[in-house]
Each structure stands twice: as C-alpha cells, then as structure tokens.
C-alpha cells in the first residue's frame, strides 16, 4: 500500500500525474464528491471510466509508476434507492422507529447484504486500473446506522464491519488478494467492538472533526477522535494502517463549492502530523488534494506539493 494524493474524477491529467509520479508519492486516489449525492457522482465516475481519454489517462498513470486507487462513499450505489418502493425493509429504521431510503441499510436485512455483497463484486471489477485494495465506504455522515430491532444494539462501527466483512468475503471469490478499508471517520471513528474483523480489512483513518467540528460538542468530539487512534490500531493490527489526512484538500476549505479558494497549506502542522503518524505506527500517508485541478490553475497556478513529498521521505 502506498502513500497518495486524492482528487476528483474530473481533475486528473497528465499534469497531476506527473507531478505525483516526479515528486516521488507512489500512489493516485480518486474520488467522486460525497455527501447526500455520492451515488450519482460515482455512477459518474463509472460512465467516465468507460471513455477512452479516462482510460488514457489512468494508463499514463500506470506507466509513470502509480498506483490507481478508487476512494468511494458507496452504499447508496451498492443498493440503489429505488429498491425503497418495493423493498422498505432493506433499509435503515431511523431514530424515531422509522423505515427511510436516505442512507444506507439495515445490516440485518440478508437479503439486502446479500444484494450489497453482489453489486460490490461488480463494482470492484469495474474499476479501470484498480489496485486490489477498496474502498467502499458507507454513506458520508452522522446518526445514519440503523435502529431496528435487530440492529440497535450494534453501533455504527460494528454495522460497518459487518457490510464490510460481507463484501470482502464475496469479493475474495473472485479477487483473492483483495483488501477492504474500514474508513474510520465521524461516528465510526469508535472501534467496532462487538463484530469482527476479517482478514484483509484495513484501518483508513480520517481525523474530519479536527477540522470541521464547530458545535458545542467539538472539543469533545476532536478528543474522542484523537484517543480513539490507539485503540484502532490494536482492533486493526493485521493489516497496513493507512491515514486518511485533509492537508491538501482545497474542497474542504472552498466549502465544496466551486470557485476553488486560494490554497495555502499548513506546513507546521502537516509535519508535526506526519511525524506523529509514523510514531505511533501509522504504515501509509494520504491526503485529499481536491479542487486543485485545472480551474484552480487558471485562477492560481499550480498547487506546490513539494512539503508533502519531502515530509514523507523524512519520516
Ligand atoms: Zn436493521
């Protein structure tokens, strides 16, 4: 597993492939947008992989010695929404008893972890150029698990593990080398505890409160994310552990919304990061480098990466 950089579909070029592939980072990531749409970004992404200039492109990316990986809020694409209309219990019960198609499953459901293990089959081998590690996260946000009765007592960590679990199980039949990431991140940043975890399932942290909690509960939360980390590393111990950073990630800092802002890192704190992650045992490094594609460039010029680069050949 290598460390990476992570962009939009619509922002790779040549350009950025050079530049990770001359700066040394061995690995690309691609991510369509999240949030409440990601499964139409991702089915975007899907038809773009079929043209050749995207094929192209990832070739190039091959060539120079990258490695391709595809970073995705998955699970509103692995059961399609309309499934509701005829399928209502396929999905999660909210928090006031009831049945609704805004986020992803009801875990119990074993019709609708068989239907997810499938489509994630299909999924994994649709992606061009795909290392055999994936990333099928569940839906982005907070409060989104499920609280039937027969889910209640499982947090969200533990109803991640198990779609996780059943996915890589159904995706080893056919790619036996293959890895699933847990991302651990807002209400899954907690380990699973009661559910778990199979081989080949790995730690893919993403520390999004340190930036964005605002609310009265943010100091807690922020803590809770850094204490969380010792205790994932042990639940995940078999497997690389990979950082999941925003360093770079100019999306966040526009609001993810286009125009791109001007974006200037945070050296300092990038490097006290980094340093830190290896310490404490982190194996692999990547940020997201959102909305610094070409629209970027025209307004800006080109996004310098080079303090990455060298903080991960120094540590
Ligand atoms: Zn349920």
């Keep these: 597993m290598k460390n990476s950089m992570i962009i939009h579909p619509d922002e790779l070029s040549e350009k950025w492939i050079d530049k990770l592939a001359n700066a040394g980072i061995g690995a690309i990531g691609i991510h369509p947008c999240g949030g409440r749409n990601a499964f139409e970004s991702l089915a ?67 019709e609708a972890m068989e239907l997810v293990a499938e489509n994630a089959v299909q999924l994994a081998k649709s992606l061009y150029g795909s290392t055999h590690n994936y990333y099928f996260w569940l839906d982005d946000g907070r409060d989104m698990r499920c609280n039937c009765p027969m889910c209640r007592d499982l947090s969200a960590s533990d109803q991640q593990m198990m779609v996780l679990n059943r996915m890589l199980r159904e995706i080893k039949k056919h790619i036996p080398d293959a890895r699933m990431a847990y991302l651990a991140y807002v209400d899954s940043i907690v380990p699973p505890s009661m559910v778990e975890v ?118």
């Design 44 to 110: 975007e992404l899907l038809k773009r992989m079929q043209t050749q200039s995207y094929r192209r492109l990832i070739d190039y990316a091959h060539t120079r010695g990258l490695e391709v990986e595809y970073e995705l809020h998955a699970m509103g694409y692995l059961l399609g929404r309309k499934l509701f209309d005829t399928h209502p219990e396929y999905f999660r019960m909210n928090e006031k008893g009831e049945r609704t198609k805004d986020y992803n499953l009801c875990v119990s459901n074993e």
């Design 198 to 315: 199979d081989d080949g399932i790995f730690l893919e942290y993403a520390p999004f409160e340190k930036y964005t909690a605002r609310n009265e509960n943010a100091k807690e939360l922020i803590a809770r994310e850094r204490e969380m980390i010792a205790p994932l590393l042990r639940t995940f111990n078999k497997e690389p552990k990979k950082v999941l950073e925003y360093w770079y990630d100019n999306s966040m800092l526009s609001g993810w919304k286009k125009p791109p802002k001007k974006f200037v890192p945070d050296k300092e704190a990038m490097l006290a990061d980094i340093a830190e992650y290896r310490r404490i045992g982190f194996d692999c490094i990547s940020t997201f480098a959102c909305f610094l594609g070409k629209d970027y460039e025209e307004l800006y010029g080109e996004a310098d990466i080079t303090d990455f680069a060298d903080a991960l050949k120094q540590y």
